[in-house]
């Protein structure tokens, strides 16, 4: 059964607690938390306060998608706040083994990121490195997009790298996941699904997550 991982982006920032407390019940492994810094996106959302906010509300795993520049200055902060997992972008990564060190030092698991028109091959050097590949499936930097077919063949291609290498790196797809196209995703290879407005957009938000987790038995 794959990891489904919604994501707060799409959440209602006006009552967190309530979207929180519906994700805690449900059976939604991971929280999803979208950091933007509107220099590598065209967008800003939150950092390490809210998160840290956040943490004090639930004991899920919390998997940080980084979506910043220069991610090694604020590393430790996101550690702080509480994050388990923080994935950073291999386009904003000038020496992208030395931030997995760095992410993996202070004890949190490591994820690289690939943007829609990144080949998986950028990470074939680090592959062993990482608990988890992040490949986007619309283009950061916003909630609510439609899925890039081409998607379904990256993962095919790095699930094939890993399981050749026989490694236990898990592969996250994230934008654009739906209802409709998760069984697909999961097929080519996936093990973590981020579902954003999928989940927080419907009419009963615990009950699409009960379907997420349902479609990818
Ligand atoms: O990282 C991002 C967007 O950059 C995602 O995590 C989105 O927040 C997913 O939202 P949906 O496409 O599922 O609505
Ligand atoms: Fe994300």
């Not at 910043?68 to 994050?83: L, M, Q, R, T, W």
């Not at 993962?155 to 209802?179: F, N, P, S, V, Y």
């Not at 998760?182 to 407005?197: E, F, M, P, Q, R």
């Amino acid at each position: 059964m794959a990891i489904v991982a919604p994501s707060f982006l799409s959440a209602n920032f006006l009552n967190l607690e309530a979207d929180i407390k519906m994700i805690n019940e449900s059976e939604a492994d991971w929280f999803h938390l979208d950091v933007m810094d509107g220099r590598f996106v065209p967008n800003i959302t939150f950092g390490p306060m809210i998160i840290e906010f956040i943490r004090k509300a639930s004991t899920r795993f919390f998997d940080v998608h980084l979506m910043i520049v220069e991610p090694e200055k604020y590393v430790e902060d996101f550690k702080k706040a509480g994050a388990d997992m923080l994935t950073v972008h291999e386009e904003c990564c000038v020496h992208l083994h030395r931030n997995i060190q760095q992410i993996k030092s202070l004890g949190m698991q490591a994820g690289v990121a690939l943007n829609p028109g990144t080949p998986v091959e950028a990470v074939k050097e680090v592959l062993d490195d990482l608990d988890m590949v992040l490949i986007m499936s619309v283009n950061p930097g916003f909630g609510g997009q439609k899925f890039i077919p081409n998607t379904l063949n990256k993962i095919r291609t790095l699930r094939r790298m890993i399981d050749e290498r026989g490694l236990a790196t898990k592969i996250e797809i994230d934008g654009g996941i739906t209802l409709e196209n998760a069984h697909s995703i999961i097929k080519a290879g996936a093990d973590v699904l981020v579902a954003g407005n999928t989940v927080f957009k419907s009419k009963d938000p615990k009950d699409t997550i009960a379907q997420l987790k349902k479609i990818t038995r």
